[in-house]
């Protein structure tokens, strides 16, 4: 086991993970292999785009670093704590207490009110109902969605539902968002206000975001790019956003690369 960098707050080393089947009749070590080789770091408050077509293995390697999925070989740190060791237990905790995820589907739970939603990991870890409607009101303001803080996820349009689960990845204070493709569903208007507010939640509270995409101009937004070839690293391409402090030639030399099983 290979001690991480200390400046990666996420580090993960020659991932591994093929997508079984449900059939009875695949033979042992059959499936798709979704990531083969993959090593990545992303430093705090960075923000790292993961582009690649679909089926590419981006969701896969979200689901990974963010302890979701166990890789079948490599592995996944946080914090220089191995996250590939932990407890299913542990890894859910970890999950609601330091990190954030959003996906293209925003995933509202229908009995729940709009800030009821937004502030669910606070409830769930034992904040007092004030406090957590508090935090959740903050952000649902930030988001233009203060007027619709006692409505049913039913009655909202779905630009409007997906803002409501980024108030919620971005309740609790986490150390890392992961955002799955969280705009693709949306019009541009809809999209450019989803990513203002993320990528400027990131640089204010020194947020770390993972964003898988396939469209260039949301890339574009982040410090660095990696791109994703059939479960494997293509390569790494730094941005000069007003977030970026590192060069290219830094960039370069942390470039995630993709190692041989």
């Given at each position: 086991?290979?001690?991480?960098?200390?400046?990666?707050?996420?580090?993960?080393?020659?991932?591994?993970?093929?997508?079984?089947?449900?059939?009875r009749t695949e033979p042992a070590g059959?499936?798709?292999?979704?990531?083969?080789?993959?090593?990545?770091?992303?430093?705090?408050?960075?923000?790292?785009?993961?582009?690649?077509?679909?089926?590419?293995?981006?969701?896969?390697?979200?689901?990974?670093?963010?302890?979701?999925?166990?890789?079948?070989?490599?592995?996944?740190?946080?914090?220089?704590?191995?996250?590939?060791?932990?407890?299913?237990?542990?890894?859910?905790?970890?999950?609601?207490?330091?990190?954030?995820?959003?996906?293209?589907?925003?995933?509202?739970?229908?009995?729940?009110?709009?800030?009821?939603?937004?502030?669910?990991?606070?409830?769930?870890?034992?904040?007092?109902?004030?406090?957590?409607?508090?935090?959740?009101?903050?952000?649902?303001?930030?988001?233009?969605?203060?007027?619709?803080?006692?409505?049913?996820?039913?009655?909202?349009?779905?630009?409007?539902?997906?803002?409501?689960?980024?108030?919620?990845?971005?309740?609790?204070?986490?150390?890392?968002?992961?955002?799955?493709?969280?705009?693709?569903?949306?019009?541009?208007?809809?999209?450019?206000?989803?990513?203002?507010?993320?990528?400027?939640?990131?640089?204010?509270?020194?947020?770390?975001?993972?964003?898988?995409?396939?469209?260039?101009?949301?890339?574009?937004?982040?410090?660095?790019?990696?791109?994703?070839?059939?479960?494997?690293?293509?390569?790494?391409?730094?941005?000069?956003?007003?977030?970026?402090?590192?060069?290219?030639?830094?960039?370069?030399?942390?470039?995630?690369?993709?190692?041989?099983?």
């Amino acid at each position: 086991m290979v001690a991480p960098p200390d400046n990666d707050v996420l580090w993960a080393r020659s991932l591994h993970h093929t997508h079984r089947g449900s059939s009875r009749t695949e033979p042992a070590g059959a499936g798709a292999p979704a990531l083969a080789g993959v090593s990545v770091g992303v430093r705090e408050g960075e923000i790292l785009a993961v582009t690649g077509p679909r089926g590419s293995g981006k969701t896969t390697l979200l689901r990974c670093l963010s302890g979701q999925l166990r890789p079948d070989e490599g592995e996944v740190w946080f914090n220089s704590v191995p996250v590939h060791t932990m407890t299913a237990l542990v890894r859910e905790r970890l999950r609601r207490d330091r990190f954030g995820w959003i996906g293209p589907e925003p995933r509202l739970v229908p009995e729940l009110n709009v800030w009821e939603n937004a502030a669910l990991p606070l409830l769930i870890a034992g904040t007092p109902h004030r406090a957590a409607k508090r935090a959740a009101s903050e952000w649902l303001d930030r988001l233009d969605l203060d007027g619709h803080a006692r409505r049913r996820p039913a009655a909202l349009s779905h630009a409007e539902a997906q803002r409501v689960a980024l108030a919620r990845a971005l309740v609790n204070q986490p150390a890392v968002v992961f955002a799955d493709e969280p705009t693709a569903p949306l019009h541009l208007a809809d999209r450019a206000l989803l990513l203002r507010t993320l990528t400027t939640a990131a640089r204010s509270h020194d947020i770390t975001v993972v964003l898988a995409t396939h469209d260039t101009e949301t890339a574009a937004q982040a410090d660095r790019t990696v791109a994703l070839s059939d479960g494997r690293l293509a390569g790494a391409v730094p941005h000069t956003t007003a977030g970026s402090a590192a060069g290219p030639g830094d960039a370069e030399g942390r470039a995630a690369c993709s190692l041989s099983a």
